[in-house]
Each structure stands twice: as structure tokens, then as C-alpha cells.
């Protein structure tokens, strides 16, 4: 069975203090895995895309790694404003569009 | 560019009674992907529509059906609303296969 699984639920920050959200999956084929920012009462704003292993990205704070069993979000010297919950996301090669979520981890930066 | 709209933003019905939500995604793109955002189950697939045909589903049961009109705007609608049914209802526009979709602002259902 398809399955991601985010760890913490929830981690609260000092402002520049770095951090790492971990994505753990199990997938029959991966098609990609996916990283979204959520605000509340929002939808989800895409960040990465990651296809295989060993495969990074970055953006402004943010940075995505991949290896065959979980993905890494790294934030760096965050700020207040990165206080959201992130969710990782993956497709299978079998289910063409659809997007097996995580729960989400909960980020809230102290100022 | 447009975002993926959804309409309308929340919605107050009672147990028993129907709903239709609506979606249009962004221009150009032809999958439309709809889901359910519930604080303890987070994120569920409810179905996929490409060109007017639905191409996947979740397992929900028979009450949650959807469509897509000729010019990839979609409904879906619950019948028979239950309680549980209260959630965010989340639209993803999606602009070809192994992308990323891009979601809407979603329609917040709460039944009473």
C-alpha cells in the first residue's frame, strides 16, 4: 500500500535556527515526490519536485533531498514567515495524477 | 496567469441535503483532481477528470461523484451529507502527467 508518513507533527523554531522535516514513503513505482507549503485556511502552494534519488533543490531557505525511502526538507535560518504547515506528497507510476499526501509537519518560527 | 478558482468558498448545509461545489482550473490545463482536507485524516483523493472522463477515484463511497465539462471546468457534488462530510474540499489543476498540480483556495463544507 501506498503510504507517506511526516515526522514531527509539529516543531517550533527560534527564528535562524535550522531545522529538518523528514518524509518517509513506500510507493509501488515512484512517479515523484512532491513538497507543498500550506497557510491556514489556504490551499497548497507548490514548492519542489524531486524524481530520484539523489536529487536536490533549493529555493531562497528551503532545500529538498531525495533518497529511495524518505525526503529531507532543510530550512535554513528561518523566519517568522515560514511559519506554515509543510506536506510532502508522492505519485505512483500506476495512479498517473494522483497525490498520496502526508499529514504534514506544523512550522511555527519564533521571532 | 489565473489560479485554479473554486466556488464557493464555504458552505453551511444540513444532514440529508446535497452540495455542488465548482472548479475551474488554469487555463490550459485539462486534469482536474479533487480532494478532501480533514484535520485527522489530512489529505484524501477523492478523483481525477481528463477531458471530461473521470481517470481515477479514491475510495470514498457512491454519494461523491464528479464531472468536467468540454471546457475543463468541474463539479462535484456529495448527496446525502453527513456529518462527517464537514472538510475542506480541495480542486488541483494539474497541466500534464509527472507535474505538480496547483490547488485552489478551496470550499469550506461544514454540515449541521
Redesign the interface.
Known sequence: EDQVTQSPEALRLQEGESSSLNCSYTVSGL??L?W?RQDP??????LF?L?SAGEEKEKERLKATLTKKESFLHITAPKPEDSATY?C?V?ATR??????????TSLTVIP | KAGVTQTPRYLIKTRGQQVTLSCSPISGHRSVSWYQQTPGQGLQFLFEYFSETQRNKGNFPGRFSGRQFSNSRSEMNVSTLELGDSALYLCASTPGVRTEAFFGQGTRLTVV
Not at chain 1, 485556511?41 to 507548490?46: A, D, H, L
Not at chain 1, 495512479?95 to 504534514?104: A, D, E, H, M
Open positions: 512517479r515523484g512532491f507543498y485556511g489556504k490551499g497548497p502552494e507548490f519536485t524524481y506536506l506528497a505519485q495512479t498517473g495524477n494522483q497525490f498520496y499526501f502526508g499529514t504534514g
